[in-house]
């Protein structure tokens, strides 16, 4: 019985590579014509040779299927039948013709309609032929050969079918694809439909040349790729038919034309335009769009007068007018997520940082108005980002995604997303696992710094600030610097060189390349310290141990245990903690 299956696999693949051209131009409903109307020559061939096994009866069968291609053509080109009329015109005008002469001429010969019909596929192994010494069923060996056939003539003619199927009147005026390739393809069609009926019966074939290729299409548009799948649906379809019919004890022809439709289904409800997949999409459309506006609602009302009285949880579903169910279930997701939080003492929903930056994102999604007090914010995410990167490079560290989190307190997936975005921008590049600066994002972190760095001179110089306090105040004040104020700025403060915690303004100050980190200074040599990391933990332990920029003195001896660093000075000797000296740049002098 296995032989059976063979049949199947081997005929679903001679119809379906077929088939890929047929559903390409449109000619599915044609191939129901041929498989029907074929039957006509079977009948005149019969007539002619009084032999139901006469090869002629092939030739009859296929020439009518031809013949029946030819008289559709002629009624769609009189413009007075539209291509679906003709075709219900033609094939049961000559399926009809073939039935009336079978029950009126030849009621005692072996023209089954029926089986031509559903066929019989359990019995085709019984047929057998002797081919190169070896018993085969017939129905194999006719099919292989057709299979054949077919696979040598798209082979050999694959780019006149690819470009006449695509576009057949282009392929027509530059004479690419003519008439003749046409009726050609359309008389395999025919001798392949022809060849299946002893086997599987006109409804399997119709099935086997429409549903693979229909189900391939959908999924790719590549043409090969289309081919491929169409081959790997008719096995999978085959196999799957053919063990349910076993199983069940049902008609084999039957029960693969079944699972040929269930596969189409399948496919057209997953696929990536399938009716599933849309409805999946929308679900989380829905639900996204539900998000956005409650983010939106709760950041439109933050910081009003009547701000306790908008933002309950009463008010806002009176608002949006959500049910319960569904406005718990966006509130659960958001404070889950860590956009929204719930201040218990007051009752009232609020957005946390994550969720303003998030506000700020749908605002220019959507293209809508930031609010003023808000403009700064709109780009600092991805600023920390480049900001966080540029410090880790400048201290001959490996940029990860870990690392970065760890610096800006987010969650690594938050890096990876935002990561993705600055590589988009042309910002950030990675190379051997390492996150890296563009020449782009380099000097927009510089400018940063820049900004940032002037501010804190300002700051310092003159509204009294100490250099530990400064940090902050100077870094809201640098994203919502223009190029001009800065430059303004620097002009103002004659390009200084240094900003209070000794490191350069890079517009002024360069070349960064001599400086050295006191934890690498080697005992006996002198230096000056020239800058040091903007940490506020830092900047109070140097002003207890009475160290501030510009102070000079030598490295007498470091400590092998714990990395700290004893240096003489003018006045003392002082111990420096190794975590520390690893954040001091100095000059050797």
Known sequence: MIESLYILIITSLACAVLGVFLVLRGLSMVSDAISHSVLLGIVIGYFVTKDIGSVLLIIGASLFGVLTTVCIELLIKSK?????????????????????????????????????????????????????????????????????????????????????????????????????????????????????????????????????????????????I??????????????????????????????????????????????????????????????????????????????????????????????????????KYVLDKLIKKGYVYRAKERGVYSLTETGKKLSDDIRKHYGLRVRENDMAKIDTGRDDYILAIYELIEKKETATNKKIAEILGVKAASVSEMLKKLVDEGEVYTENKSILLTESGKIRARTLLTKHRLWELFLVEYLGYSWQDVHEDAKALEYVTSNGLKDRLNEFLKKPMHCPHGNEIYENHPDTDKLKKLSDVSRGISCRLHKVEDDRDLIEYLEEKKIALGDEFVVKDIDDFDDSILVSSATEDKHIAGKAAVRMMVEII
């Open 226 to 327: 289309t081919i491929f799948l169409a081959a790997a649906y008719a096995v999978v379809n085959s196999c799957i038919g053919y063990f349910l019919a076993v199983k069940f004890n049902v008609s084999m022809s039957g029960m693969c034309a079944v699972v040929s439709g269930l596969t189409f289904m399948i496919t057209i409800a997953v696929y990536p335009g399938g009716i599933i997949t849309k409805m999946i999409r929308y679900i989380k459309n829905k639900n996204r769009f539900s998000r956005e506006l409650l983010i939106l609602h709760i950041d439109n009302h933050t910081g009003k007068k009547n701000a306790l009285g908008e933002l309950g949880y009463s008010t806002i579903r009176e608002h949006i007018a959500w049910s319960d169910r569904k406005l």
């Open 80 to 224: 007075r039948v539209t291509e679906d009329a003709s075709v219900g015109i033609i094939f049961p005008l000559f399926f009809s013709i073939a039935v009336i002469l079978i029950t009126r001429y030849a009621r005692n010969v072996h023209l089954d309609t029926e089986v031509v019909l559903i066929g019989e596929i359990i019995l085709a192994p019984l047929h057998r032929i002797n081919f190169l010494g070896i018993s085969l069923p017939k129905a194999l060996v006719q099919m292989s050969l057709v299979l054949l056939i077919n696979a040598a003539f798209i082979a050999v003619f694959y780019r006149k079918l690819k470009i006449s199927s695509f576009d057949p009147v282009y392929a027509g005026v530059a004479g690419i694809a003519g008439t003749g390739l046409y009726y050609f393809f359309m008389a395999l069609v025919s001798f392949t439909a022809v060849s299946a009926f002893e086997s599987v019966g006109a409804i399997l074939a119709i099935a086997f040349f429409i549903s693979p290729a229909a189900s391939a299409y959908l999924i790719s548009k590549d043409l090969k």
